[in-house]
């Protein structure tokens, strides 16, 4: 169960703002790392939401994908979108659980995947990351030793400057990426849970968003519920920002600032970790 975000209710409307994006990166690192055809493999899409970078996997050839997410309601859309691969038993299982634990036998899978999920597992306030850190504990116990895992995430460093509708107000930001971990964060936890980084990347833009450069978006509440920044945000941070955007758009000036305050097209917003059993 995500600690701030309430995903049955995120479900109805994520497929109209996400995308599966880099999925074609994540494919190729899986089967060159693993060292075996995508058909011959066995991915965990943990927190795999409404199965979009499970579909993607599928369709690329990955043979068998299962399927994990604590919200009832993002599992109902998942299963929707991949009947036909539940029918043909490409999708293995489809587990209603809350991380962590990881509910499989030791080294079920040949590669586990966490696209935008681990920042869910502790809330605001709490401290150390001591779910992520049990939960890729978890993974480790889980995925094969010669085995791989995948992580998406977005970095403080980009949230705090690459997003252009982080910069209204830092001081919300800087409350937000406390649930980020960095990269000196996320290597620290590699060292305590037994995994080696092979590569981090970068993707370059802001497709995994829809409507990413809608200037006007922040006024708008299903806008701003295509991302969990958004929930950390009080009603009167919600009030200044919605503010500051209006009087920005009178002025004419309101697509300069975006311009001037976004990164994505050049630094990018997602990154990718991808790791080895030590
Ligand atoms: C931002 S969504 C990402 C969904 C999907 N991976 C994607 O990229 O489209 C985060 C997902 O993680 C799930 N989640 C959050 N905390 C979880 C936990 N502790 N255990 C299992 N799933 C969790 C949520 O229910 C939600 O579906």
């Known amino acids: 169960m995500s600690k701030y975000e309430d995903y049955n209710s995120a479900s109805r409307n994520y497929d109209n703002q996400r995308f599966a994006m880099g999925s074609d990166v994540m494919a190729a690192m899986i089967q060159f790392h693993c060292g075996k055809p995508l058909k011959d ?7 795999c939401g409404t199965g979009n970078y499970a579909k993607a996997l599928i369709d690329y050839g990955v043979g068998q994908v299962t399927l994990l997410d604590a919200s ?3 599992l109902e859309k998942a299963k929707v979108k991949l009947a036909d691969a539940i029918e043909s038993g490409k999708i293995k299982e489809v587990v209603e659980a809350t991380m962590p634990p990881i ?8 590669a586990v995947m966490f696209n935008l999920v681990l920042h869910h597992l502790d809330g605001e306030g709490d401290t150390g990351f001591r779910m992520v ?11 094969r030793p010669d085995g791989f895992l995948v992580i ?6 980009t949230c705090l400057h690459s997003v252009w509708f982080t910069q209204f107000n830092l001081k919300l930001t800087e409350r937000y990426v406390k649930v980020l971990p960095s990269l000196e964060q996320f290597s620290e936890m590699f060292n305590t849970t037994k995994f080696e980084c092979m590569q981090k990347l970068n ?9 990413y450069y809608n200037v006007e978006g922040p006024l708008d509440k299903s806008w701003r519920q295509g991302s969990s ?8 941070e ?11 758009k009178q002025s004419g000036e309101l697509e300069n600032w975006v311009r001037a305050h976004d990164r994505a097209n050049t630094a990018g917003v997602l990154t990718w970790i991808f790791c080895k059993p030590q």
């Not at 509910?103 to 040949?110: I, M, T």
């Open 41 to 47: 493999l066995h991915v965990l899409d943990a927190g």
């Open 72 to 74: 009832p309601g993002m």
């Open 103 to 110: 509910p499989f036998p030791d080294a079920s899978f040949d």
């Open 133 to 143: 850190i049990e939960t890729l504990k978890e993974t480790r116990r889980v995925v």
């Open 152 to 157: 998406s995430t977005c970095l403080p460093s």
């Open 203 to 211: 993707t370059i833009g802001s497709f995994f968003l829809d409507e």
């Open 229 to 236: 920044y958004w929930k950390f945000a009080t009603e009167e």
């Open 238 to 248: 919600i009030n200044v920002i919605e503010k500051k955007l209006k009087e920005l």
